[in-house]
C-alpha cells in the first residue's frame, strides 16, 4: 500500500505535532480543523518548533521550507478526500469522532486507511461505525509529538494485517518505534503510567511522604527521569483523573480506583502546569511544592 498523502483532523496539541513530523518525512499533508484560528496558530507552531530544529542543527534550512510546503490547510473537511491515510487527533469526544468519520466516508478513496490519535475511546467501536473496520486502527502519538520516539499501533477487533503493516511502514518512515498494543482501555502506556502516578498521590494522601519526597524517591531509587507527581503536573491532573476513569470503568477493577485526593485538586482547578498549580505551584517561577 503506497502512502504519499495523510490527512489529519484536528489541528491542536497532537495535530500540529502529527503535521510536523509527517511533512519532515516526505508526506504531503493535509490538515484541517473546525476553527481557522487553530490552522493559523498551528502552522505557525510547526514553523517555530523547525525553526528550533534548524537552529540545533538537527535539520536544514532547506528541509524545512520544503517539509512547510507539504502541509496544507483547510477548513473543510471533505478536502481531505485525497488522502491515502488519515488520522484523526480532534477533542477527545466520541460524538466528534464519529461525526467526522461519518462526514469523510462518501468523499475517501475506498482503500483509504482511518486511523485515531485518541487515548481513550475504544478503537473497535470507533471502527464499527464506518463501512470499513478492516481498514481502521489506533495510531497513538505521545506528546510533544516530534520529540517522543514512540508510537502505539492499535488493532480493532476487525484490523487487517496489511492496514497494520501499512501504518507501521509509516512510522518507520518517521524514523519512530512502533509498540503493537491490542484495545482494551488506556492501551500499554497509560494502562502501567497512569496507575503509577494513581499509586503516587494515594502515597501522599496517606502521608506516607511529601511531594519532594515521593518525586526524590523515584528519580533517585528508581532513576526515573521524572517523579511521579511533577509528570503529573505536566501531563494536567484532569487528564490523568480521565484515563484513571477510563481504566476504573473500562476493567471494572478497584484497583484502578482514583485516588480522592487527586480528584480534590482537579476540583479545585488545580490541574498542573497548565493552571499555574498542581501538586506544585508554579505561580512564582519556581515549582514549590503544595504538601
Ligand atoms: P486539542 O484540544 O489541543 O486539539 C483538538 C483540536 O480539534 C482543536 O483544534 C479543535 O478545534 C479541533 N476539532 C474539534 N472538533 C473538530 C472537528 N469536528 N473537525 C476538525 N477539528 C475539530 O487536543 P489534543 O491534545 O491535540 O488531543 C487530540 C487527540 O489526541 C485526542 O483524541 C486526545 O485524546 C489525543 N491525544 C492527546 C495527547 C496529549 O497529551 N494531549 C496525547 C496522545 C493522544
Redesign the pocket.
Known sequence: MDIQTIGI???????NGIAHVMALAGYDVLL????AE?LQKAVEIVDGNMGRQVGRGKITEAEMVAAMGRIKTTTT?TDLGPSDLIIE????RET?KN??FEDLLPHIKPDTILT?????ISITRLASRTDRPEKFMGF????PVPVMQLVELIRGIATDEETFNACKAVVDKLGKTAASAEDFPAFIVNRILMPMINEAVYTLYEGVGSVKSIDSSLKLGANHPMGPLELADF?GLD?CLAIMNVLHDGLADTKYRPCPLLTKYVEAGWLGRKSQRGFYDYRSGEAIPTR
Open positions: 483532523v484536528g489541528a491542536g496539541q497532537m495535530g484541517t480543523d473546525v476553527s487553530a473537511l487527533a480532534a477533542t477527545e466528534i461525526a467526522i485515531s490519535n485518541t487515548s481513550s497513538h502519538f505521545m506528546n501531563i487528564t
